[in-house]
């Protein structure tokens, strides 16, 4: 059975739903860009979506320039956004914005980093 495809107003609740605030819906796609602090980061960035994407057998288009990366998720076979473009989005977030807890045994970068944008 085919992925379902979820309306404009579908895809902004359900960002709203998931706190995927950083994400909107652009041209038929789900969009992100992230600001880091440099161009080492950002290919450290664009590695880690990609092992995400083969991962999940889900591959997003990326942009990438110094310091900034774009990520834009759509299920080409449903011809829409569907529930893989979500979880996707979801997993990306959670990997690329995690940083160690304050107080605890890894003490984090001093760097910028990666930030939504």
Do not use: C
Not at 20 to 45: F, S
């Amino acid at each position: 059975m085919p992925d379902s495809v979820y309306t404009a107003e579908q895809i902004d609740a359900k960002l709203r739903e998931l706190g995927l605030t950083d994400w909107r819906l652009e041209d038929g796609w789900l969009r992100r860009k992230l600001i880091t602090d440099g161009w080492p980061t950002t290919l450290m960035l664009v590695n880690a979506i990609g092992y995400l994407a083969e991962a999940a057998y889900h591959h997003p288009d990326l942009a990438v320039t110094w310091g900034k990366l774009w990520v834009k998720l759509k299920t080409h076979s449903a011809g829409g956004i569907t529930d893989k473009d979500f979880a996707l989005a979801q997993k990306i977030d959670e990997v690329v914005l995690w940083r160690p807890q304050p107080g605890g045994p890894l003490e984090g970068t001093p760097n910028k980093f990666v930030k939504g944008g």
